[in-house]
């Protein structure tokens, strides 16, 4: 080769390559079977309480419980797994996670709404951390910095996934079968979900950082106000989903077409699954800091159209468009996060992550609930979530990084030379 020739292009990434990696397609599929529950186990909780003689309301708060307790303990589990290890933290709340759910039945025969409410809280505060857990082992798994964003946004697009099979397929059980069997069989799934990821070599091997185990200081650096103040901005990510789930009720009742409640969900999650395929696939230049906020930018851009009052195909097609831009915010958070979270505690970082988009959401869900009976509110809503995530990101964006790209810090570090910088 000429010494004034041009570098050689650098090989494009394909998704074939970052399944072929070793351990990949086994720690992606048994994160998404041990997290299906995350979708199946509000549904069935709801329709197991409403045929035990239940209300709907009083179903709707069990399934509440579920949710905000697993968002709540997430991260508590991700110091314990910084601490410990993964699978020392994995299967022990993925058996008791599993043997609440598969349990919960027999309350309504002998315990009530009382036991029932112990155990729903129980189950939730059990979820195994599986998503957190894949995201710190992610930089071990895939020391080539292009491999780890395509496996990134692989694994957030995919996570849409979730939301569609998982209601579908209890909805399945509870016609053919009974709710009793939707529990059980989601019992099952998330153990052996999570079995698979905690006996996989990578999640048994893997230890927190020595900088771990001394505790001076660690609050304070953790509590950054660049983390912070992402995670703040994610609460209004989570925000702008949560009404759009109520949003989507309200549609429904007012075309009179029940249908609705599920397909414009599945149309939000299925924008965000291609945006992620798309997003992985490319070489992107810039920083991750200026991706994440133009991701914030058109995420907002995409409820916009909503404010119209749109009919029903054009809501189910224009619903897609900000799901596109989720995995881009998503996938951006978490390397921002991994870069400003101090070495040994990246499983808790991500889970704070993690429980404040789980907490917009919520917030989403109670207030558009609440303004359900009028729906130019109902329908603005998102996108004053997501302009709240964009203002706060502005906001922050001195420190959400250096102006070069955002650089891997921690457990995973490689020898000598082999820092990586993100894509």
């Not at 119209?308 to 897609?320: D, K, M, N, Q, S």
Request: hydrophobic share 50%; aromatic share 6%; proline share 8%.
């Amino acid at each position: 080769m000429s010494p004034t020739a041009p570098p050689a292009p650098a090989p494009r990434i394909t998704y074939g390559a970052v399944l072929g990696s070793p351990y990949v397609a086994r720690l992606l599929g048994g994160t998404l079977t041990g997290r299906l529950p995350n979708g199946m186990a509000p549904v069935a909780i709801v329709l197991w309480a409403t045929t035990s003689g239940g209300s709907i309301a009083f179903g709707g708060l069990l399934s509440a419980l579920y949710g905000l307790a697993s968002a709540l303990a997430q991260p508590v589990k991700g110091r314990l797994m910084d601490r410990y290890g993964q699978t020392a933290v994995h299967l022990p709340a993925a058996l008791l996670n599993s043997a609440l759910l598969a349990t919960l039945p027999l309350a309504g025969l002998y315990g009530g709404p009382g036991l029932a409410t112990a155990i729903v809280v129980a189950g939730g505060l059990t979820t195994p951390a599986l998503e957190a857990g894949l995201r710190a082992l992610w930089p071990s798994v895939l020391p080539d910095h292009r491999l780890r964003h395509a496996a990134l946004a692989l694994d957030t697009g995919t996570q849409g996934l979730l939301y569609i099979a998982g209601p579908l397929l209890v909805a399945a059980l509870a016609s053919t079968y009974d709710p009793a069997v939707a529990l059980a069989v989601t019992a099952v799934l998330g153990l052996t979900g999570t079995a698979v990821v905690a006996f996989a070599p990578p999640s048994r091997c893997w230890r927190p950082a020595p900088s771990a185990q001394a505790p001076a200081g660690m609050a304070h650096r953790l509590a950054g106000p660049g983390l912070m103040l992402l995670f703040v901005s994610l609460a209004g990510i989570g925000f702008a989903i949560g009404a759009m789930n109520v949003w989507a009720i309200a549609m429904a009742r007012h075309h009179e077409q029940e249908l609705l409640s599920g397909i414009l969900p599945a149309a939000f999650s299925t924008g965000s699954f291609l945006g992620g395929l798309l997003y992985g696939r490319r070489r992107w230049r810039g920083t991750t800091r200026n991706r994440l906020i133009g991701g914030g930018t058109f995420f907002l851009a995409g409820w916009l159209p909503l404010v119209a009052l749109p009919g029903r195909y054009a809501a189910t097609a224009a619903v897609a468009v900000p799901g596109v831009f989720l995995t881009v915010v998503v996938a951006c958070a978490y390397v921002t996060t991994d870069s400003l979270t101090p070495a040994g505690r990246t499983s808790e970082a991500y889970a704070w992550l993690i429980l404040s988009i789980g907490v917009g959401q919520s917030a989403g869900t109670a207030l558009a609930g609440r303004l359900a009976e009028q729906p130019l509110t109902t329908a603005a809503l998102p996108a004053v979530g997501a302009a709240f995530a964009l203002v706060v990101l502005l906001a922050a964006r001195r420190r959400l990084g250096p102006p070069g790209c955002l650089s891997r810090r921690g457990r995973h570090r490689r020898p000598p030379g082999g820092r990586h910088k993100t894509p």
